[in-house]
């Protein structure tokens, strides 16, 4: 006889790329970094992860399943922030990647 067990509904991965509006490159205006963040429908955030930004894209984590948005958010050298946002929906146990466009606020 085991024990009972409890069952969860497999995690999904968030993945998300970005580029920026005006086609510039990370470099050309000071961004180092790239932080993406995963949010339900409601604004709770799920998964948040900082990655270079010549890297153009990075893993978020483990969420669960449907739909959700995904943000983006850098600073450059002088101060001017970007972001962008994109949806995202995730199948349980699936990886899904989003593309973002990052545009000065």
């Known amino acids: 006889t085991m024990e009972p067990a409890r069952l969860t509904a497999l995690p999904a ?3 998300a790329s970005w580029r920026f509006e005006d086609g510039s490159v990370c470099g050309a205006l000071g961004v180092e970094e790239v932080t993406l963040s995963v949010f339900d429908d409601l ?6 992860a900082t990655h270079p930004c010549d890297a153009g894209a990075g893993d978020v984590g483990e ?7 995904v943000w983006a958010s ?3 050298a002088d101060g001017v922030v970007y972001d962008g946002v994109a949806e995202l929906v995730l199948k349980r146990g699936a ?5 973002v466009i990052l ?3």
């Open 103 to 105: 545009s000065p606020r």
């Open 95 to 99: 990886e899904s990647r989003a593309q």
């Open 13 to 15: 991965r968030a993945s």
């Open 63 to 69: 969420v669960p399943a449907g739909a959700h948005v």
């Open 74 to 76: 850098a600073a450059g």
């Open 43 to 48: 604004g709770w955030e799920f998964a948040s």
